[in-house]
């Protein structure tokens, strides 16, 4: 068994966000990625994680709110 290197769930689970975020150092990111490879209910979750986040992504990017710069132009200049 070559199981020395697994790093658990709790502590797998718990860097996943992490790790979508890319706020991981390459060596957690191995930790996690190879955990999520023998781990059924991880690899779930890093599966829904990095779903929900590229549609958060990709859903402010499609429709930023209307007349959002202009709020923020505005706020900027009457606040010197
Ligand atoms: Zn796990």
């Known amino acids: ?3 020395n290197r697994d790093c658990g769930c709790a502590s797998a689970f718990g860097r996943i966000e992490a790790l979508v ?6 060596t957690e990111t191995v930790d996690v990625i ?3 490879a023998s781990c059924e209910s991880c690899a779930q979750e890093l599966d829904i994680v990095s779903t929900l986040t590229e549609r ?3 859903a ?3 429709a930023p709110p209307a ?3 202009d ?3 505005n706020s900027l200049k009457s606040n010197p």
């Open 1 to 3: 068994m070559d199981t």
């Open 21 to 26: 975020d890319g706020h991981l150092r390459t």
């Open 34 to 36: 190879d955990h999520c």
């Open 56 to 58: 958060v992504k990709t």
């Open 60 to 62: 402010c990017f499609e």
């Open 67 to 69: 007349g959002m710069c």
């Open 71 to 73: 709020e923020i132009l």
